[in-house]
């Protein structure tokens, strides 16, 4: 196996016996073999698209959802991973009939040939067209999956610049994929979301220049920004715009569940089936700003958040006595001491080996929690880990509603600086950088953050500033779009022309592919000076690194009192 994708990978350079997220060597290798078939699909698709057939949302769906169960932390179970080549190579046959359907002759010929690069012409076989070979593989053979997918991994691309641009590219998209999905499960979808998720990934079968790859990483971030925009629209239609809330963080004396993850549909649909059972719902992880949405605040069932970042779930899960609901990523492995894998499920993408999923029933939304439920009744209620409240629920449209006092807390000279702080949370030593940051920063600042990054410094005393908290949680980590909004939007209050004039630093923490696109999208709207840590990404070679240096300026994150200090300084 070789995997590099999130923070923690081996040594800094690649995991190649076992993950250090827990992912096993067959387990990495099928899903390269489900990446490779999302290729081929794409490259059908665009070749379907250039003879105008048009392919519909279902590829451009399937293809989010792929992407997704790769994401680190989702799936672990080889068996689950097996059903997704099977269903892709089902998709590429259905599309490979189509294309095969077309009219044959110079016409469609010449339409492949508009696509450079998906189609080859080999010397040899003058005036032939041959589709890349992740369109062709068709094997369903279960014990070929293992060979096929050791040649078709991430160092099949030998050039170390080349291989980094299409791995930051892939690794964007997944980010992008996922978000696109959680957008899809409230009914909002977009054509060109699907549209690019299947033009870039076919891209990567290609042989482009440097400038066409960075191009490309680009245009993921601009396409980040338009999938979590369409996130925020699903998300505050379906539940309205989050509010300041105060967020309990002790338990009650009833039997409870646990959700965690990142799916609002899956906590409406869990409190629906919770109402009037005895059963209360707590929130876990990034979960947490559930509870910062008024239609969730009608649940008195919903008593609050319960632990911590996912990385501690171990623990949480362990002390936690009840049943677990795990919606999305940041599901880590069941260590043999935990007692809790009889009372854990998963639902969407997420797969455990042993552990019993929740499929969607017939809108294909709705699912039914019942055995969940039933599993919970049985439980002794949470033990109380700690007590007492959090503060959140700063989105974009509740910041927005504060931006007077903001602006006038700025203008007074109250606030001298915001810092974002958002992104991932982890398990590395390292990472106490943001608890220290946090700490240190000077009284007239103001974090602003979204994702478990929070969980950093979140329960931390840090006060206010006129009645403004120190600390403002947009919510999850697609709600950082919500943070690129309120920049936005004050670099307009403030008449500036670029967001880097505003005194705004960026300090942020990543671990996975969601915190990629996030990262993208912020450099597609202009961002410089990004710090990032607790390390730069493996995946990014030295000389893409340079050019991420020279083009945005991104740093790595150093000493605290040093940067501190470049951050007041607008550094």
Request: hydrophobic fraction near 40%; charge should be negative.
């Amino acid at each position: 196996m070789f995997c590099f994708q999130c923070q923690e990978t081996a040594k800094g350079k690649g995991c190649t016996v076992k993950g250090v997220c827990g992912k096993e060597e067959t387990t990495s290798n099928l899903q390269d073999l489900l990446i490779y078939n999302l290729k081929g699909i794409a490259v059908l698709a665009e070749g379907l698209k250039a003879g105008g057939v048009d392919v519909g949302r279902d590829v451009g769906l399937f293809v989010a959802k792929g992407l997704f169960t790769t994401i680190t932390n989702a799936n672990f179970d080889d068996t689950s991973l097996v059903l997704w080549i099977k269903q892709s190579l089902e998709v590429k046959k259905e599309l490979k009939d189509k294309l095969d359907a077309l009219t044959p002759g110079p016409a469609k010929d010449s339409l492949l040939k508009k696509i450079v690069g998906l189609f080859v012409a080999p010397p040899e076989a003058a005036g032939e067209i041959a589709l890349h070979d992740s369109a062709l593989w068709f094997d369903d053979n279960e014990p070929n999956y293992q060979k096929k997918a050791q040649t078709v991994g991430v160092l099949a691309t030998q050039n170390e610049d080349v291989r980094s641009l299409r791995e930051l590219l892939i690794l964007g998209l997944k980010g992008v994929a996922a978000y696109a999905d959680h957008a899809a499960v409230l009914g909002v979808e977009k054509d060109e979301i699907y549209g690019f998720l299947l033009k870039a990934l076919a891209s990567t079968t290609e042989d482009l220049s440097v400038d066409e790859m960075v191009g490309l990483v680009m245009k993921t971030g601009e396409c980040a920004v338009t999938t979590m925009a369409a996130l925020d629209e699903a998300n505050t239609n379906a539940y309205g715009n989050p509010e300041i809330s105060e967020v309990n963080i002790g338990v009650g004396d009833k039997p409870g569940i646990l959700i965690s993850g990142h799916d609002l549909k899956d906590m409406e649909e869990l409190l629906k089936q919770t109402e009037g059972t005895g059963v209360d719902v707590y929130t876990h992880g990034e979960m947490l700003p559930a509870n910062y949405y008024p239609a969730f605040k009608k649940y008195s069932h919903l008593k609050g958040n319960y632990g911590s970042s996912w990385w501690k779930q171990n623990e949480d899960f362990e002390t936690f006595n009840g049943a677990i609901l795990m919606t999305t990523n940041c599901i880590i492995p069941i260590k043999k001491k935990n007692t809790y894998k009889d009372r854990i499920f998963t639902t969407g993408v997420v797969a455990y080996p042993g552990i019993k999923h929740i499929s969607a029933i017939e809108d294909g939304r709705t699912k039914d929690f019942s055995g969940v439920i039933k599993v919970a009744k049985n439980c002794a209620p949470p033990k109380e880990i700690e007590t007492g409240t959090i503060v959140g629920g700063f989105a974009h449209n509740q910041v927005l509603a504060l931006a007077d006092k903001v602006v006038d807390a700025v203008k007074s000279g109250a606030v001298k600086r915001f810092v974002v702080m958002a992104g991932c949370d982890g398990r590395q030593k390292g990472r106490a950088y943001f608890t220290e940051v946090a700490e240190k920063l000077p009284q007239d600042t103001i974090i602003l953050t979204a994702g478990c990054a929070k969980y950093r410094y979140n329960k931390l005393n840090l006060g206010d500033i006129g009645g403004i908290p120190r600390v403002l949680d947009a919510g999850q980590c697609n709600d950082s779009y919500s943070l690129a909004v309120i920049a936005l939007k004050l670099k307009e209050v403030f008449g500036l022309e670029d967001i880097n004039d505003l005194p705004i630093s960026f300090d942020i923490g990543w671990y996975e592919q969601k915190a990629v696109a996030v990262l993208l999208a912020l450099l597609f709207l202009g961002v410089k000076g990004i710090r990032l840590g607790p390390t730069l990404p493996a995946f990014v070679s030295p000389t893409v690194l340079n050019v991420l240096v020279d083009k945005f300026d991104i740093k790595p994150i150093g000493d605290v009192d040093a940067d501190i200090e470049a951050m007041m300084q607008g550094k």
